[in-house]
């Protein structure tokens, strides 16, 4: 019988499968990449590799050499291809300039629509390790929902003046304080008044970059 598997090799296997259902052939390594959002296909090799040491799968030398083991596969005939978002990753924002603007833009990911609610409209590269209490480390992915509003105690992406900054947002008075999950890191206190200051949009969920199988 196939062994178990870890949540992200699960999702592997289901991405494979509804991808095979509905196109009628196994996926690449590389569109097994952009639909679960990895940056390097040594990734997604790494996982297929996984499924086929557990006897979830089994591989052949041909290009697309992917076939489901039935046993340990119980999917539909019919399964839904997986709905994919292409969205931007946005890297350093220039002072003042709208967040989404095209020279901001890095790069392009199709992501399983799935994965994230509310649904993201674009990644942001996280820098430093302001919040790593919250499982966000520096060179992740996060996915944001764009919105002018949030609910207290979200981490939010904010801007304030020129900067953008990834923390947790709370109100103190007519100020707002935007706290790190990094005790080495103080909260940053915003008078809208005296500040120009921005909320661009919700987190909703991290990428980790070459996380093992």
Same mark, same amino acid.
């Given at each position: 019988?196939?062994?178990?598997?870890?949540?992200?090799?699960?999702?592997?296997?289901?991405?494979?499968?509804?991808?095979?259902?509905?196109?009628? #052939?196994?996926?690449?390594?590389?569109?097994?990449?952009?639909?679960?959002?990895?940056?390097?296909?040594?990734?997604?090799?790494?996982?297929?590799?996984?499924?086929?040491? *557990?006897?979830?799968?089994?591989?052949?030398?041909?290009?697309?050499?992917?076939?489901?083991?039935?046993?340990?596969?119980?999917?539909?005939? #019919?399964?839904?291809?997986?709905?994919?978002?292409?969205?931007?990753?946005?890297?350093?924002?220039?002072?003042?300039?709208?967040?989404?603007?095209?020279?901001?833009?890095?790069?392009?990911?199709?992501?399983?629509?799935?994965?994230?609610?509310? #649904?993201?409209?674009?990644?942001?590269?996280?820098?430093?390790?302001?919040?790593?209490?919250?499982?966000?480390?520096?060179?992740?992915?996060?996915?944001?929902?764009?919105?002018?509003?949030?609910?207290?105690?979200?981490?939010?992406?904010?801007?304030?003046?020129?900067?953008?900054?990834? *923390? #947790?947002?709370?109100?103190?008075?007519?100020?707002?304080?935007?706290?790190?999950?990094?005790?080495?890191?103080?909260?940053?206190?915003?008078?809208?008044?005296?500040?120009?200051?921005?909320?661009?949009?919700?987190?909703?969920?991290?990428?980790?970059?070459?996380?093992?199988?």
């Amino acid at each position: 019988m196939p062994e178990p598997l870890s949540p992200r090799q699960q999702h592997c296997l289901d991405f494979i499968a509804a991808w095979t259902a509905a196109e009628g #052939r196994p996926p690449t390594l590389r569109e097994i990449a952009a639909g679960l959002g990895l940056e390097q296909h040594s990734s997604a090799q790494r996982l297929v590799e996984a499924l086929a040491r *557990k006897g979830w799968i089994e591989r052949s030398d041909r290009h697309r050499g992917l076939r489901l083991v039935q046993a340990g596969a119980p999917v539909p005939a #019919r399964a839904p291809r997986p709905e994919l978002l292409n969205l931007p990753l946005v890297g350093r924002v220039a002072a003042g300039a709208p967040i989404l603007s095209d020279a901001h833009i890095d790069a392009v990911y199709a992501v399983d629509a799935a994965l994230f609610r509310p #649904r993201p409209h674009f990644l942001l590269r996280v820098e430093g390790d302001s919040m790593t209490g919250a499982g966000i480390f520096d060179g992740d992915f996060i996915a944001v929902h764009r919105t002018p509003v949030a609910d207290e105690g979200r981490i939010v992406v904010a801007r304030v003046e020129d900067e953008i900054t990834v *923390k #947790r947002l709370h109100r103190a008075g007519q100020r707002f304080r935007l706290d790190a999950e990094n005790p080495a890191y103080a909260p940053i206190f915003v008078d809208p008044q005296r500040e120009a200051f921005a909320i661009e949009g919700l987190y909703v969920g991290t990428i980790r970059r070459g996380s093992p199988a």
